[in-house]
């Protein structure tokens, strides 16, 4: 069983950063996806970013790309969200995931452990 647990989220203002942080508990492995999805308000929930260990490799969504990074601490079985340039649009609540697929999916189903989220808000 795969437990994950957010950080880092918070109120900050147009062009500001911010870092997310995910710690995950149980059995990971290194080709495991570990994901981060946002829900703004009245949306559905939509990818932002995802890395594999093994494959070195991610993955973000266009609105996102050249602002936010993710890593991974495979020591600290972690993955954080290194956001820049904030803008309103950005405003969510995070939440980190993990697949266990064999391939990169960007549809939240599946994805089968997330964690409780953390609300991020944009101000202008």
């Known amino acids: 069983q795969v437990q994950l647990a957010e950080s880092g989220g918070g109120l900050v203002q147009d062009g500001d950063s911010l870092r997310l942080s995910c710690v995950a508990s149980?059995?990971?492995?290194?080709?495991?996806?570990m994901a981060w999805f946002r829900q703004g308000p009245g949306k559905e929930r939509e990818f932002v970013a995802a890395?594999?260990?093994?494959?070195?490799?991610?993955w973000y969504t266009d609105s996102v790309k050249g602002r936010f990074t993710i890593s991974r601490d495979a020591a600290k079985n972690s993955v954080s969200l290194q956001m820049n340039n904030l803008k309103l649009e950005d405003t969510a609540v995070y939440y980190c995931?993990?697949?266990?697929?064999?391939?990169?999916?960007?549809?939240?189903?599946?994805?089968?452990?997330w964690g409780q989220g953390t609300q991020v808000t944009v101000s202008s």
């Open positions: 995931a993990l697949s266990k697929s064999a391939y990169i999916d960007y549809r939240s189903d599946s994805y089968a452990y």
């Open positions: 149980g059995t990971i492995y290194s080709n495991d996806f």
């Open positions: 890395i594999n260990g093994r494959l070195a490799k991610s």
